[in-house]
């Protein structure tokens, strides 16, 4: 099934940089192989006609071998892609030195296509192995991971919405890495309210159409890597509707292809800028101007939303799995870091991992990571089985648990990110032992693909739609979970039971309200909601170990001190819009 072989060069620049950085970043295998069959549900999808293939030692085969690409030749770039970033000079984006090489070595092994059709050339795999493959990239380097991970959404939006000869001529390029991807819809007065955009699409007469517009924050919006970057562009064709109704979706190639696949001349666009940003710095982010640049229609005309949201929400499951792959590698250096360090009279190995305020650290960091990987990997199992059985419970639990995947994994990813700093002390303030990378690049993962704040307003906008009725069907069951818990661990079984209740009866109350008042509460609702769905997993790895264990300890760690916290959210979800604007914007500038 693999094509990969271990293509890493030897020697010069790349080995040097591997010397340079020396992470030793590991990819959690293990951990997630523990997560898919014990948690999240994934032997569901093996039970599905179209992924009866796809079992346990196909994943762990996969898993494996993505783990070795990941720690051995991917996260020796992680240091050097904030050191070395990418630039851009005579009007061409270079990028981190060593990411050519490690293109390379992704591309030979297949990986960009795992989860494609194998129509024209992908793997044909669940999607959650796919995100678990993205989740070891994102840990071992979080700027190169950006680049594959906006391939594969174009690749998903184009076989669904796409013609058939856009199809043929784009995804085999797009699944053998020769040529990548990206989304544009972001403009300088249009960010979040995508319907304010301005780009143009004018009709050529031949079936081609002249786009015309400039868009900003264009990840991998150009680079030498592949021969030729595909950018899908959001733009609006002549006399349509305002708003995201008259918004069309178009592919806009840097070169424009020949029937045969080869490259003709190049196309109106170009790079005026990169940014310069917190974190990611080995990202190339782009403003891309387009200037009468010829781009084909992707899916019916005032339909680009529709086709964009193919490719958006998968990424923002995505992001979610960044953060915790980030959490992860910040985990890793600060209990090796807090193993190693000796400071002043503490017992046992005299480092201060013995300290109780550093144990309490570490305890709440690997306990996030668990909680959130196994939301986030519940979200991905519910796309796949929403794909092979198209079932409308499946649909629903999907579409409830992104937006919940997409807010904690990437708080989380800030949350763990931020402690591993902390427990570095002075040194984790210092740019050169790398730490603070970790907080810098992730960042990012709460405000991009729709800040955590528009995640939440959906949330209890269009998710709870349904009267609650997927939230109710969660609910359900982590509570028929924690009444079998109650039996072998009461101490664990009853908190979360009652936790559940209290989000019920709070949910009873938010779907009650009007629009102004969920979403002046859409945050902690959806951080309680999690905060549950945490504890009912961790609930779950503790019943493997019937309560007894390291499992089942971080569980108690987890329940009997994070899980607390809904209480006090749920209560701020009471309190809905009331006092909201009793400052006026004069009291608030003043």
Request: with cysteine.
């Amino acid at each position: 099934m693999f094509r990969f072989l271990g293509r890493l060069a030897a020697g010069g620049d790349f080995a040097k940089l591997t010397d340079e950085v020396g992470m030793s970043f590991r990819s959690p295998v293990s951990d997630v192989e523990f997560v898919l069959s014990a948690v999240a549900g994934y032997d569901d999808i093996v039970r599905t006609e179209r992924f009866a293939d796809a079992g346990f030692d196909t994943v762990a085969a996969v898993l494996g071998e993505a783990g070795k690409l990941c720690d051995d030749v991917l996260a020796p770039l992680h240091r050097a892609s904030d050191l070395h970033p990418a630039h851009l000079e005579n009007g061409v984006v270079h990028v981190t030195p060593g990411f050519e090489t490690a293109y390379e070595a992704f591309c030979d092994g297949g990986w960009i296509g795992l989860a494609a059709s194998e129509t024209h050339g992908g793997m044909g795999l669940p999607e959650t192995v796919q995100f678990a493959v993205n989740e070891f990239l994102s840990g071992a380097c979080l700027s190169f991971q950006l680049l594959p991970l906006l391939s594969q959404g174009q690749i998903e939006a184009l076989e669904v919405h796409a013609s058939d000869e856009i199809k043929a001529l784009y995804l085999p390029k797009l699944l053998t890495g020769e040529w990548s991807g990206t989304m544009n819809l972001t403009e300088p007065q249009a960010g979040s309210d995508v319907g304010g955009l301005r780009s143009k699409a004018v009709p050529n007469g031949d079936g081609t159409f002249a786009i015309s517009g400039q868009k900003i924050f264009i990840s991998w919006g150009d680079h030498e890597l592949a021969e030729n970057i595909c950018h899908l562009v959001l733009a609006r064709l002549p006399d349509a509707a305002t708003g995201t109704r008259g918004i069309s979706l178009f592919m806009v190639p840097k070169f424009l292809p020949n029937p045969d696949g080869t490259l003709g001349a190049r196309n109106s666009l170009n790079v005026v800028s990169l940014e310069h940003k917190l974190g990611i710095h080995g990202s190339p982010t782009a403003v891309m101007n387009y200037d009468g640049a010829t781009g084909w229609l992707v899916g019916p005309e005032n339909s680009g939303m529709a086709a964009m949201f193919t490719m958006m929400n998968a990424a923002r499951l995505a992001v979610g799995f960044q953060g915790i792959g980030v959490a992860e590698a910040a985990y890793q250096k600060a209990v090796a870091f807090a193993s190693e360090r000796k400071q002043g009279p503490v017992g046992g190995t005299g480092a201060i991992i013995e300290f109780e305020d550093v144990r309490r650290m570490l305890m709440g960091m690997k306990a996030e990571i668990f909680a959130a990987r196994a939301v986030c990997y519940a979200c991905a199992v519910a796309l796949d089985m929403e794909k092979a059985t198209n079932d409308a419970a499946w649909v629903a639990r999907a579409a409830f648990l992104t937006p919940i995947a997409k807010a904690f994994g990437s708080d989380v990813g800030v949350s763990v990110a931020d402690a591993g700093v902390q427990v570095h002390g002075g040194m984790g303030y210092v740019e050169e032992t790398g730490v603070a990378q970790f907080l810098r690049d992730a960042r990012i993962t709460p405000i991009y693909e729709g800040t955590n704040g528009i995640q939440a307003m959906d949330l209890v906008g269009r998710k709870l739609s349904d009267g609650g009725e997927a939230a109710f069907r969660l609910l359900d069951e982590v509570e028929v979970n924690a009444e079998a818990a109650r039996k072998v661990m009461p101490d664990l079984g009853e908190p979360v039971w009652s936790a559940a209740e209290t989000l019920r009866e709070t949910t009873e109350w938010l779907v009650s309200q009007d629009q102004s008042a969920r979403n002046a509460v859409a945050v902690p609702f959806l951080r309680a909601f999690a905060r549950v769905l945490g504890a009912d997993a961790h609930l779950k790895a503790a019943l493997v170990e019937d309560g007894k264990g390291p499992r089942a300890g971080l569980a108690r760690f987890y329940i009997d001190r994070l899980l607390p916290e809904h209480d006090g959210l749920c209560a701020q979800v009471r309190v809905g819009d009331k006092g909201l604007y009793d400052l006026s914007v004069d009291d608030l500038l003043a």
